[in-house]
């Protein structure tokens, strides 16, 4: 069965009902996973809280399931319609803003409305989306697909392409952001890339090497991002370029020797001191 828990003292707060989970493909849950004909059974491959809190959505890697639960009760709301999995990645849920609307992406990306459950749009894709933003106010969602390494926006008001689709990554995207006014976007590459767009326009303002796969991409601020590369340390990264240079100059160790100044014809050859002071 499915727990959720307090962060706080991992005490178990509700169990969600007609949900059994498993590790790996090739175990079988158990004969009491479900209580009733409607249990079912699935790896865990995407979760995500309502902006309240109230209700949890997860989506399933094997069979793709999507399911809605009362966090309170455990109380199944909802099991929800998504095109099956072909050999993709696994059902990706995420819940708008406004708490309003809620995605399943599976082949197709569709939209669900929170007070009835029913389908309230649909995008289709060629493949399963890796991670999926909205914007804040709701109207756009920035996806990135498991394969072709594209970075798509949907409109979902009328569930249509906005914008080129983005492609820089030698591979797959396997996460992206928005920045708070969803101007920007930074997405993680397997190719070992953080790349930061122009959302509205798809250009490509930054490339920004971490040296492996990188798994998140966050942004702090309009100006810092946390990314957390394949088996090493999270870091903080700064995208903008006036700290870029104060943070290059804080490092230098020395001022350039006379010879390096004769041979580069700097005159007046600079000393640490103005280096640093730019």
């Known amino acids: 069965p499915v727990h959720i828990r307090r962060i706080a003292d991992g005490e178990v707060v509700t169990i969600l009902e007609d949900l059994c989970t498993y590790a790996l493909a090739a175990q079988a849950p158990g004969t009491n996973c479900g209580e009733t004909p409607e249990a079912k059974a699935d790896q865990v491959y995407s979760i995500d809280f309502s902006p309240d809190g109230s209700m949890v959505a997860i989506g399933g890697a094997d069979i793709g399931i999507v399911g809605v639960w009362d966090v309170a009760t455990g109380k199944r709301l909802a099991w929800l319609e998504v095109p099956p999995l072909i050999g993709a990645d696994g059902a990706f849920v995420q ?23 029913n389908e309230i749009g649909r995008f289709p894709i060629d493949w399963a989306w890796y991670d999926a933003q909205f914007t804040t106010d709701g109207s756009l969602l920035v996806g990135s697909d498991a394969t072709r390494g594209e970075i798509t926006t949907v409109d979902t008001n009328t569930w249509t392409q906005v914008g080129p689709s983005l492609s820089g990554h030698e591979g797959t995207v396997r996460d992206n952001d928005l920045s708070a006014d969803g101007s920007l976007i930074a997405s993680a590459g ?9 959302r509205e326009s798809g250009e490509l303002l930054q490339s920004i090497p971490v040296g ?27 995208i903008n370029v006036t700290e870029l240079i104060e943070l290059a100059r804080s490092q230098v160790s020395r001022g350039f020797t006379d010879a390096e100044c004769a041979t580069y014809h700097f005159e007046p050859c600079p000393d640490l001191e103005s280096i640093r002071n730019g």
């Open 95 to 117: 819940f708008s803003p406004a708490g309003d609307i809620l995605i399943g992406a599976t082949t197709d990306v569709i939209g669900f409305s929170v007070a009835d459950w």
């Open 190 to 198: 397997s190719d070992g890339y953080v790349l930061i767009w122009d």
């Open 212 to 238: 492996s796969v990188v798994t998140l991409v966050h942004f702090i601020n309009d100006d810092h991002l946390l990314v957390i590369p394949e088996g090493r340390p999270a870091m903080v990264m700064t």
